[in-house]
């Protein structure tokens, strides 16, 4: 009766609905990848072992664009650096240990950090953490393999507009972050003022990682800023 009442509990459900919906953006990231030029393998493996739809959309969109796999594994580096944060963050929610704090480590990503520190203690965050890393990546996966393989049986792949299939998924994912806070509006400005005013004379793929300064002058703007400000919310 316990383990039947913990099925269901809330940080299941939280888990689950987040997992679902965010694992099946993998289908566009499967067509983006073998639009891009990557195989139905390459694109799966890249699922499996980064396992963080940014980085990857970031790639493959660098790819794309012409640019080379260098300059798109170091933007999709940046991007996924954030993730590494969230890992100092869990490591003291979760208090996890030995083997499963490395497995965990794999699973850190936006989903599974925001649905464990929604939670009210220890148990239910683990819990929460668990159930959304599991569902994202077993959906991430599946779909990645769908969109992919759909996409290689496709003749004209230009014509059915999946080349917008990159930037449309990519502003999706960065939108729920730009409606909260000015800071992370700035940054983004910034970095589109910087991309777009270098974008005519450097390589394809380089403007991206320039926009990365955006980013930087932000946090060193927040690591000097007086610390009375931070209760502020």
Known sequence: MIVSQRA????????????????????????SAVTAGLSVAQASVLSVLAFTGASQFALVGVIAG????AA???????????????????????????TRKIVATHGVIDESTAVALAQRDRDDARLGFATT?????????????????????????????????????FLALLWSRLRHGGRERWVALGGVAIALATTTFLPAGVPVLCAAIAALVATLAASTRPTETSGGT
């Open 8 to 31: 269901w509990a809330p940080p299941v459900r939280d888990g689950l609905g987040v997992g679902v919906a965010a694992g099946f953006a993998g289908l566009a990231f499967g067509t």
């Open 66 to 69: 012409g640019g080379n796999l």
């Open 72 to 98: 798109g594994v170091v933007g999709a580096m940046l991007l996924g650096a954030r993730n590494t944060l969230y890992g100092l963050r869990l490591a003291d929610v979760l208090g996890w240990r030995g």
């Open 133 to 169: 890393a599991v569902t994202t990546f077993v959906c991430w996966n599946v779909t990645t393999v769908v969109g992919a393989v759909a996409t290689g049986h496709v003749g004209d792949i230009s014509a059915l507009g999946l080349d917008a299939v990159v930037p449309a998924v």
